[in-house]
């Protein structure tokens, strides 16, 4: 049965670092809720405004515009073979709907917590950069570009910070994480569904379990 593969984690955990790679190496289409509504807070209209400050804020955007594009995208044929959500679901609302969404497609869940501890995190955070281009990942204290704020792949791109990449805000999201996203550790695990690997490890070490886990070995 194909997979619909939910990555969890605290934010800055590495579930985008971890989706690129099972995309590139597994061919599974990467979809990012987070990344979907920052395009779309790019656009000029008063929802991109709304979205735009609920997520500078730091805080969730409604479940029912999340489920609502979720739905959309995961009906696209690159969705078929089954997928890998990244930061989604992060509501029990948005737990259950997804529970409808994989049956009525016919995947199977498997969800993959990336553990890591939270004094961890703020570092992996505020030192994030993106390539606006290719949306490579790169972190200033732990993967560095090879020359300053600019892709390896599009050197003559500046990288970027989120907005929300910031102390105060990255305090709101862990809070947002604990109270409403935590819960459905325990969701995944009471149904056998949970696998949880050691994020405080190098990138590879942790896609190589990941890998394992995809892959059914
Ligand atoms: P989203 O974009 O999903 O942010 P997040 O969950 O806070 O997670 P991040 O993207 O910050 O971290 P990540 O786990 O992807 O880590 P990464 O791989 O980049 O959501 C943002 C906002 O959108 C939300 O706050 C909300 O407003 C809205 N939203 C999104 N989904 C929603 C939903 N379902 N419902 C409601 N609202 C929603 O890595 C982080 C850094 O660490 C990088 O610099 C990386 O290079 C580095 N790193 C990665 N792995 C390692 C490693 N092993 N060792 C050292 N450094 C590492
Ligand atoms: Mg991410």
Redesign the pocket.
């Known amino acids: 049965m194909s997979k619909i593969i939910v990555?969890m984690?605290?934010?800055?955990?590495?579930?985008?670092?971890?989706?690129?790679l099972i995309q590139e190496r597994h061919g599974l289409p990467q979809i990012?809720?987070?990344?979907?509504?920052?395009a779309l807070a790019k656009s000029d209209s008063p929802l991109a405004q709304e979205?735009r400050e609920?997520?500078a804020?730091?805080?969730?955007?409604?479940?029912e515009l999340?489920i609502r594009v979720?739905r959309e995208r995961t009906e696209q044929e690159d969705c078929r073979g089954g997928y890998i959500l990244?930061?989604?679901?992060?509501?029990t609302g948005?737990a259950t709907m997804l529970e409808t969404i994989a049956a009525e497609q016919g995947h199977e869940i498997v969800a993959i917590l990336?553990d890591?501890p939270f004094d961890q995190l703020e570092?992996?955070?505020t030192?994030?950069?993106?390539c606006p281009v290719c949306g490579e990942?790169?972190?200033?204290?732990?993967?560095p570009p090879q020359n300053d704020n600019v892709c390896d792949l599009h050197p003559e791109t500046q990288l970027t910070h989120?907005a929300?990449?910031t102390s105060d805000k990255i305090k709101v999201?862990l809070a947002?994480?604990e109270k409403q996203t935590r819960p459905l550790l325990d969701y995944y695990q009471g149904s056998q569904r949970l696998h949880r690997v050691d994020?405080?490890?190098?990138?590879d070490?942790?896609y190589a379990d990941i890998a394992k886990i995809v892959t059914g070995q």
Request: glycine share 14%; net charge positive; aromatic share 8%.
């Open positions: 990555l984690g605290a934010p800055g955990a590495g579930k985008g670092t971890q989706a690129r990012s809720t987070g990344d979907i509504f920052r979205v609920v997520q804020a730091g805080k969730l955007i409604s479940d999340v979720v990244d930061g989604f679901p992060r509501t948005q990336v890591v570092k992996r955070a030192g994030r950069r993106t990942i790169y972190n200033i204290y732990f993967k989120r929300d990449d999201r947002e994480y994020g405080t490890r190098d990138t070490a942790i």
